[in-house]
């Protein structure tokens, strides 16, 4: 437990008085002895002592209310009327006695032309060591002790844990010393340059993980175009050995198809038919790859437009959220501004005073008037001198505060113009997508109707040809049965052929295929370890912050983050102890622990403020703290039904 800084400020209560103010006619409270107890049946008005040193001091009572009722009631419950509702306390801070009054009064007004007054609601009045001074006075001199907010959170068990937790973050956060760099190893590099580019982890941990999504799902997508072109017809003959058997038959027709055993015309009709009956099946199987290329090529722009759109607009939600930073900070400085602008017409309103005493402070006698001028005039080159240093003073930071805003106005105007320049480039993006979503939705199936309808009709010729040679007188009926055995072979291997184009096309269209799924499949990879190493930080930070934290008490622990299932980190501040939640514990346990915290939080500030302790009689074992103690404890040790204030353990 580390207990960071010396008490500079110490105050203590010896005496409350309260008149008149809720259910206390008249009581005076002393409280010399540094441990007190207050005694009493239900409804005496213990937690009214409470209310009254709080109303006192900040015009609040212990539930922080300003509007509540402190004047005394009638047997009817309704506030009585002609009285003067007061509280004063005698404190001593940091060895000097001082005492503040706070007082209500009744305000009559009687309206011209009515005979009777009229009740026109309250007017205060404020005492400082029992002279009157005005409220806003009476305010600052307290403002110059202690500050109202730490005042309750150290003199209140349930001022703490009533907190909202982003409130008690921000009060524990405040006692340690952290930075990111502590939670980052020599091997993170991605997180160091996130911290140097001032990027939030939440966003850059989503960005990355909307990534990690669609490039999954591009991957899913590979292997079902692989299967679409491996599920085509395959060759199954070997290139050499189609090629030269292509030639071998050729060769044999050749030979039997010479012009002394034929007409030399019909041959070269039949010839001419049959190359360019073959070369048109060639075109066809040419036509259905580079169909199959175009839209497999088509699908693949599709995927690359919808990756470069969603990286586009991370950069614009990146950018989105550093205008934001930046004009919270500029809100933040312009507020300043106008705070600066405003003390600075305070200050600058004032006057000196020029009540100088005409007295001897040491003898009595009066001062000569040349004395009494040099005085006021000291007086008046003081005060001028310092007016002269607050204002030029206020002046430099209002000077700053505008200098940074034209800063952040420039940043946010170049942020803007790069997410002009990125919308403008998705806009282009969409409109190439639509394009393509548009010639993939027209693709449909390749139409070969007027292809086939031309091989249907060079085959009929072909066959009419054959036909007219067999029937011709010249014809050698041997000859050409073994021709037209060969021409079937013919067609037959070039059709192993054209197969074996295809398949080659296929077969490099797998290959780009397979190695953009090893590309995706690499770039996953690299994201999650991106998405790794950024876990790997966050849960650095997570044991750093909560060691830094409950390394300061003794008894108390906070849990300051929430780990989900998913491996996402959640802001959280619970109080525990012993691992049971502050919401499980028992009242005893709940007051032990808001004193440890106390003591732990008055020592980071180095203050000492009277600690007010309800509901003190469930404690058994009570925390041991330096601070003045006033235990509120509901007894029947008593018959009456007033309180009694005793020494602890009396």
Same mark, same amino acid.
């Given at each position: 437990?580390?207990?960071?800084?010396?008490?500079?400020?110490?105050?203590?209560?010896?005496?409350?008085?309260?008149?008149?103010?809720?259910?206390?006619?008249?009581?005076?409270?002393?409280?010399?002895?540094?441990?007190?107890?207050?005694?009493?049946?239900?409804?005496?008005?213990?937690?009214?002592?409470?209310?009254?040193?709080?109303?006192?001091?900040?015009?609040?009572?212990?539930?922080?209310?300003?509007?509540?009722?402190?004047?005394?009631?009638?047997?009817?419950?309704?506030?009585?009327?002609?009285?003067?509702?007061?509280?004063?306390?005698?404190?001593?801070?940091?060895?000097?006695?001082?005492?503040?009054?706070?007082?209500?009064?009744?305000?009559?007004?009687?309206?011209?032309?009515?005979?009777?007054?009229?009740?026109?609601?309250?007017?205060?009045?404020?005492?400082?060591?029992?002279?009157?001074?005005?409220?806003?006075?009476?305010?600052?001199?307290?403002?110059?002790?202690?500050?109202?907010?730490?005042?309750?959170?150290?003199?209140?068990?349930?001022?703490?844990?009533?907190?909202?937790?982003?409130?008690?973050?921000?009060?524990?956060?405040?006692?340690?010393?952290?930075?990111?760099?502590?939670?980052?190893?020599?091997?993170?590099?991605?997180?160091?340059?996130?911290?140097?580019?001032?990027?939030?982890?939440?966003?850059?941990?989503?960005?990355?993980?909307?990534?990690?999504?669609?490039?999954?799902?591009?991957?899913?997508?590979?292997?079902?175009?692989?299967?679409?072109?491996?599920?085509?017809?395959?060759?199954?003959?070997?290139?050499?050995?189609?090629?030269?058997?292509?030639?071998?038959?050729?060769?044999?027709?050749?030979?039997?198809?010479?012009?002394?055993?034929?007409?030399?015309?019909?041959?070269?009709?039949?010839?001419?038919?049959?190359?360019?009956?073959?070369?048109?099946?060639?075109?066809?199987?040419?036509?259905?790859?580079?169909?199959?290329?175009?839209?497999?090529?088509?699908?693949?722009?599709?995927?690359?437009?919808?990756?470069?759109?969603?990286?586009?607009?991370?950069?614009?939600?990146?950018?989105? %959220? $550093? &205008? @934001?930073?930046?004009?919270? /900070?500029?809100?933040? #400085?312009?507020?300043?501004?106008? !705070?600066? *602008? +405003?003390?600075?017409?305070?200050?600058?309103?004032?006057?000196?005073?020029?009540?100088?005493?005409?007295?001897?402070?040491?003898?009595?006698?009066?001062?000569?008037?040349?004395?009494?001028?040099?005085?006021?005039?000291?007086?008046?080159?003081?005060?001028?001198?310092?007016?002269?240093?607050?204002?030029?003073?206020?002046?430099?930071?209002?000077?700053?505060?505008?200098?940074?805003?034209?800063?952040?106005?420039?940043?946010?105007?170049?942020?803007?113009?790069?997410?002009?320049?990125?919308?403008?480039?998705?806009?282009?993006?969409?409109?190439?997508?639509?394009?393509?979503?548009?010639?993939?939705?027209?693709?449909?199936?390749?139409?070969? %109707? $007027? &292809? @086939?309808?031309?091989?249907? /009709?060079?085959?009929? #010729?072909?066959?009419?040809?054959? !036909?007219? *040679? +067999?029937?011709?007188?010249?014809?050698?009926?041997?000859?050409?049965?073994?021709?037209?055995?060969?021409?079937?072979?013919?067609?037959?291997?070039?059709?192993?052929?054209?197969?074996?184009?295809?398949?080659?096309?296929?077969?490099?269209?797998?290959?780009?295929?397979?190695?953009?799924?090893?590309?995706?499949?690499?770039?996953?990879?690299?994201?999650?370890?991106?998405?790794?190493?950024?876990?790997?930080?966050?849960?650095?930070?997570?044991?750093?912050?909560?060691?830094?934290?409950?390394?300061?008490?003794?008894?108390?622990?906070?849990?300051?983050?929430?780990?989900?299932?998913?491996?996402?980190?959640?802001?959280?501040?619970?109080?525990?102890?012993?691992?049971?939640?502050?919401?499980?514990?028992?009242?005893?346990?709940?007051?032990?622990?808001?004193?440890?915290?106390?003591?732990?939080?008055?020592?980071?500030?180095?203050?000492?403020?009277?600690?007010?302790?309800?509901?003190?009689?469930?404690?058994?074992?009570?925390?041991?703290?330096?601070?003045?103690?006033?235990?509120?404890?509901?007894?029947?040790?008593?018959?009456?039904?007033?309180?009694?204030?005793?020494?602890?353990?009396?």
């Amino acid at each position: 437990m580390d207990k960071s800084k010396q008490t500079s400020q110490r105050v203590e209560i010896k005496e409350i008085k309260l008149k008149n103010f809720k259910n206390h006619r008249s009581l005076s409270a002393n409280f010399e002895d540094k441990k007190s107890v207050i005694y009493g049946r239900n409804g005496t008005g213990k937690t009214a002592v409470l209310d009254g040193f709080l109303w006192a001091l900040f015009g609040k009572d212990s539930r922080g209310q300003s509007d509540f009722n402190a004047r005394t009631l009638d047997e009817y419950g309704k506030p009585l009327n002609d009285i003067v509702t007061q509280v004063k306390i005698n404190m001593v801070v940091s060895g000097n006695e001082i005492s503040f009054t706070r007082e209500l009064h009744d305000n009559w007004v009687k309206k011209r032309g009515s005979e009777l007054s009229e009740f026109a609601g309250f007017t205060g009045k404020f005492l400082i060591n029992d002279v009157e001074v005005r409220q806003g006075e009476y305010k600052k001199e307290i403002g110059k002790l202690f500050d109202e907010n730490i005042f309750r959170l150290l003199s209140d068990t349930n001022y703490f844990a009533s907190l909202n937790w982003k409130d008690k973050r921000e009060i524990l956060f405040n006692m340690i010393e952290f930075s990111d760099e502590q939670a980052v190893s020599e091997d993170m590099t991605y997180v160091k340059s996130l911290l140097n580019a001032g990027t939030d982890f939440d966003r850059a941990i989503k960005q990355i993980r909307d990534k990690i999504k669609l490039n999954n799902d591009r991957l899913k997508e590979i292997p079902a175009r692989i299967d679409e072109l491996e599920m085509a017809e395959k060759p199954s003959k070997g290139e050499k050995e189609i090629y030269d058997k292509l030639k071998a038959l050729r060769q044999q027709r050749s030979e039997l198809t010479a012009p002394d055993s034929y007409n030399n015309e019909e041959y070269r009709q039949i010839v001419e038919l049959t190359d360019k009956y073959n070369q048109k099946l060639r075109e066809k199987k040419q036509l259905v790859s580079e169909d199959e290329d175009k839209l497999s090529d088509l699908k693949a722009k599709k995927d690359k437009e919808h990756a470069n759109i969603d990286t586009i607009r991370g950069k614009i939600e990146q950018l989105n %959220s $550093e &205008i @934001d930073e930046l004009s919270v /900070e500029k809100n933040h #400085k312009a507020k300043k501004v106008d !705070e600066q *602008r +405003e003390v600075w017409l305070e200050i600058n309103n004032k006057e000196p005073n020029l009540d100088v005493s005409d007295t001897c402070p040491t003898c009595g006698q009066k001062l000569p008037e040349n004395d009494i001028q040099s005085k006021i005039e000291e007086v008046k080159e003081n005060f001028y001198s310092k007016k002269n240093s607050d204002l030029e003073m206020i002046t430099d930071v209002a000077r700053q505060a505008k200098q940074r805003i034209s800063e952040i106005n420039l940043r946010i105007w170049q942020k803007q113009k790069l997410i002009d320049e990125h919308k403008e480039s998705i806009y282009s993006a969409e409109s190439d997508l639509r394009s393509i979503e548009e010639q993939i939705k027209n693709h449909g199936e390749l139409d070969t %109707s $007027e &292809i @086939d309808k031309e091989i249907s /009709e060079l085959y009929a #010729k072909i066959e009419e040809a054959k !036909e007219a *040679r +067999e029937n011709s007188g010249d014809s050698d009926s041997a000859k050409q049965g073994k021709i037209k055995e060969i021409d079937a072979q013919i067609e037959e291997y070039e059709h192993h052929k054209a197969t074996l184009e295809a398949h080659k096309t296929h077969q490099r269209r797998i290959e780009n295929l397979k190695k953009e799924q090893r590309e995706v499949s690499a770039l996953i990879a690299y994201l999650e370890q991106q998405e790794d190493e950024v876990k790997r930080f966050t849960h650095n930070k997570v044991n750093l912050i909560e060691k830094a934290v409950n390394d300061k008490f003794m008894f108390a622990k906070f849990k300051m983050f929430k780990e989900h299932y998913n491996g996402s980190i959640e802001e959280t501040c619970d109080i525990t102890f012993d691992g049971v939640p502050w919401k499980s514990l028992n009242t005893g346990a709940r007051t032990n622990i808001a004193l440890d915290i106390i003591d732990t939080i008055s020592s980071h500030y180095g203050i000492k403020c009277p600690i007010f302790v309800d509901n003190a009689e469930s404690i058994t074992d009570m925390f041991q703290t330096e601070t003045q103690t006033i235990l509120l404890v509901a007894s029947k040790k008593y018959d009456d039904h007033n309180i009694h204030i005793n020494k602890l353990n009396e």
